[in-house]
């Protein structure tokens, strides 16, 4: 491994295998990727000092440096070695040099790793939930026990329990969340939302903070300028405190992926809140602007004030198109549907009970996750398309839009896509999984509801440890496997947990259908 660069924790991570030399596939170089490796080390470090002396000054520190070096989130190295001189500022003695884990034993690198990469996905969870001045105290402690157990020489059984912990633990971290979301903001409902973009002023905002888009809409109104979702974002629009603005009009295009291309001469103001933010193309780089923990070398941030000013103005001065704007999805669609969470899907428990014993509903499938760029994800799209007609698909995240503009109808006036949230919402579809095999009297694995779930970065990572933890089996995973998973570990969760990798749309139905 060179000593220059080293990161695998992505999905498309150089020939599935690493990312090395001078530059990641994501867009980082590789001075950022040493110094988030530096800043991992530093966490450890002061985690390590302050686990018997926790603190809310330094539980907002690991947190907040841990949802940092997520991928596509922070592309700034200033702000890196900022960050890592606060943590040194503490005095830590113990730092822990990640070119360490890196050099371990395969099998040990591997339940490391995700235990590593499961609290960064977490963390992300904690900061949003915190942001809403909502904590909890074992989510908190165990981010400090988890760095710790990462830097100590723990045997595979031990790091094994601890992965499984990282699971158990990020349940309580998305339950936190859930409630700060639905108690800030309302329970999700079903609503409609159109891809189409009225003329004038607007300002597209993307990732996931609810708390950005909120303020975002206050300090907008009676301006102007309509608002659109993008990305992760897009849930956003099913929260009735959210809803209730009028100028949150829709939402601006499809996955992360593709936003080099569309946001492209685009003529309106972007605000990143979150992950994912790719490398900015010249054509759009003077109108992003970035808040919370996302950063880009030369692009304007948003601090703690929220002052949205500059992005407001940026957005009158561009003016917006001269006429109404029809985007689509990537099947042609022109608007798309949110808001199925678990207090709507519950609601229809009775009917949606009925209809599996009448034989109208022969299967569930949870479709969703991350998407990305990788050739192959348009498998997503052929699955769902594919998909027995009485059949229902939930759905989450941004591997969504592989399929969210596709119109399949509905089961007695069920639509058969019910897109729950973001990807923390995978809670959603935890509470409706135990609430259905509750009805039916069996355990979750004897459902008729099968998991095909598409990864890119860390969140993926712990909501998948998540699944493990509650003993889901048969669970297909794409578009490829984990380049940080070793060949014994896979063996471990092939064994165990039934994992598979997806092959053809064609043949996982058929082996699926047919169990």
């Known amino acids: 491994m060179s000593d220059n660069m080293f990161c695998f924790q992505c999905e498309q991570t150089a020939s599935q295998a690493g990312c090395t030399g001078c530059a990641g596939v994501c867009g980082k170089s590789a001075s950022t990727s040493k110094l988030q490796d530096e800043l991992t080390g530093a966490l450890m470090g002061l985690a390590k000092k302050y686990n018997d002396n926790r603190n809310e000054e330094i539980t907002k520190l690991l947190i907040e440096g841990l949802f940092t070096t997520v991928t596509n989130v922070n592309f700034n190295d200033d702000t890196l070695k900022k960050m890592i001189a606060d943590i040194r500022s503490y005095d830590i003695a113990d730092e822990y040099d990640i070119i360490n884990l ?5 099998d040990i690198r591997s339940l490391k790793s995700l235990i590593l990469f499961g609290l ?57 969340l859930d409630r700060a979301n639905t108690e800030s903001y309302g329970m999700p409902e079903p609503t409609k939302v159109s891809l189409k973009i009225a003329k004038g002023p607007f300002i597209v905002i993307t990732g996931h903070d609810l708390k950005d888009i909120k303020l975002l809409l206050e300090q907008t109104k009676d301006k102007g300028i309509n608002i659109y979702t993008h990305g992760e974002m897009l849930p956003a629009h099913a929260y009735p405190e959210l809803k209730k603005y009028p100028h949150l009009k829709g939402n601006f295009g499809t996955a992360w992926q ?15 809140t979150t992950n994912c933010l790719m490398p900015v193309k010249e054509s759009y780089a003077d109108r992003v602007f970035t808040t ?3 950063s880009y070398p030369e692009m304007v941030h948003i601090g703690d004030e929220k002052d949205f000013t500059p992005v407001i103005e940026k957005a009158l001065a561009l003016g917006g198109y001269s006429e109404d704007v029809q985007m689509t999805g990537i099947n042609g669609g022109t608007e798309v549907m949110t808001g199925f969470a678990h207090n709507t899907v519950l609601s229809n428990a009775e ?20 998407d990305g ?9 052929e699955f769902v398309k594919q998909s027995p007609k009485d059949s229902i698909i939930l759905t989450l995240a941004c591997g969504k839009y592989r399929f969210n503009d596709l119109d399949l109808g509905d089961i007695s006036g069920l639509p058969r896509i019910m897109d729950m949230g973001q990807c923390n919402d995978a809670y959603s579809a935890i509470k409706v999984a135990v609430a259905l095999s509750e009805a039916f009297e069996c355990g979750v694995n004897e459902l008729p509801l099968s998991m ?27 578009p490829t496997l984990p380049a940080f998973i070793s060949k014994n570990v896979l063996e471990f969760l092939i064994e165990n947990y039934g994992i598979s990798p ?14």
């Open 102 to 106: 890196w050099r371990e034993n395969e």
């Open 120 to 176: 960064r996905g977490m963390a992300a969870y904690a900061y949003h939930a915190m942001v809403l001045d909502y904590e909890d105290e074992e989510v908190n402690a165990f981010i400090y026990e988890g760095l710790i157990s990462v830097s100590e020489n723990l045997s595979f059984d031990k790091l094994l329990e601890k992965v499984l912990e990282v699971g158990k633990v990020n349940l309580k971290c998305m339950e936190l």
């Open 258 to 272: 593709n936003q080099q291309k569309e946001f492209d001469n685009i003529p309106g103001a972007i605000l990143y």
């Open 292 to 294: 919370e923990v996302v």
């Open 351 to 370: 009917k949606i009970i009925s209809e599996v014993k009448a034989g109208n509903i022969s299967h569930f499938f949870l479709v969703g996750g991350c």
């Open 373 to 381: 760029a990788r050739t192959g994800r348009n498998y997503y799209t």
């Open 452 to 478: 095909v779930l598409s990864w890119y970065e860390q969140k993926a990572v712990c909501i998948l440890l998540t699944l493990l933890y509650l003993g889901i089996k048969d669970i297909y995973l794409g």
């Open 502 to 515: 997806i092959s053809t749309p064609e043949n996982d139905l058929k082996k699926i259908l047919n169990k």
